[in-house]
């Protein structure tokens, strides 16, 4: 009699347990890209505006989260093939992504800006100057896509902001073309003056999360929940805390 008590027991234990686990949504990330989402020197925790944003987002849907990092490349064929299913990488809505995704509302709005060397400040002062000389982008950016715009520009593409610098630093490139805010953190937190922004006449842009094409379900919740945040200043305070005012 015991014995059956206790095999009953335990897989009402087993139900309760199963019937409290959340479903998980695998997040797909590029963790180098400051201050959206990147790896913590200190802590080595994922952290980033990006990251809080979908974890809350996520707490309010009753999803628990697995982040799958990976190249920038990499994110749009993965959520299409639905290795993960939402790409969160400060990812700028256009045109030819909207063909093989669907975006979910704005969570942040951009725009691209120029890095240059201080010594070539006086010779690159829009994008315009950049015609017949080579600018560096990451891999499958939406710099990347606005440098192939600029008559005779070669292209060096890298798989971080951070390589990207390097190698202009080094004389590799006479520009970094990036978002403005990633430029602006990085520019903070080195507190380099051997470097300067220059402001272009690229178009604004909004950077969203992303699913697969047709995931009506989640693009829903998704957009229901980002709303209600916005509603209540809890965007406002994730925006605060990696943006200031």
């Known amino acids: 009699m015991l014995k059956k008590f206790l095999i009953a027991a335990a897989a009402a234990m087993t139900c309760a347990g199963s019937a409290l686990a959340l479903p998980v949504l695998n997040v797909g990330t590029q963790p180098v890209f400051q201050p959206f989402e990147f790896v913590d020197g200190r802590t080595k925790q994922l952290v980033g505006y990006d990251i809080d944003l979908i974890r809350a987002a996520a707490k309010h849907m009753g999803y628990e989260i697995k982040f799958a990092p990976m190249g920038l490349d990499g994110l749009i064929p993965a959520v299409m093939t639905g290795n993960i299913d939402l790409i969160t990488s400060g990812l700028t809505i256009t045109p030819e992504r909207q063909k093989k995704i669907d975006f979910t509302r704005p969570v942040y709005h951009s725009s691209q800006v120029l890095l240059v060397n201080k010594s070539d400040a006086h010779a690159i002062r829009s994008e315009k100057d950049l015609r017949n000389k080579t600018v560096c982008v990451e891999i499958a950016s939406a710099g990347a896509e606005l440098a192939r715009t600029i008559p005779g520009a070669k292209l060096k593409t890298f798989n971080s902001l951070a390589d990207d610098i390097l190698e202009m630093q080094n004389r590799g490139c006479v520009a970094v073309i990036s978002d403005k805010p990633a430029i ?56 605060k805390k990696w943006f200031g005012n």
Request: hydrophobic residues 30%.
């Open 184 to 239: 602006e953190y990085y520019l903070k937190q080195r507190g380099t003056r051997s470097m300067v922004e220059v402001q272009t006449g690229f178009p604004k842009e909004e950077i969203a999360f992303a699913v697969r094409k047709g995931n009506k379900k989640l693009l829903d919740q998704l957009n229901r929940t980002l709303l209600q945040m916005e509603k209540s200043g809890e965007t406002a305070k994730i925006y």
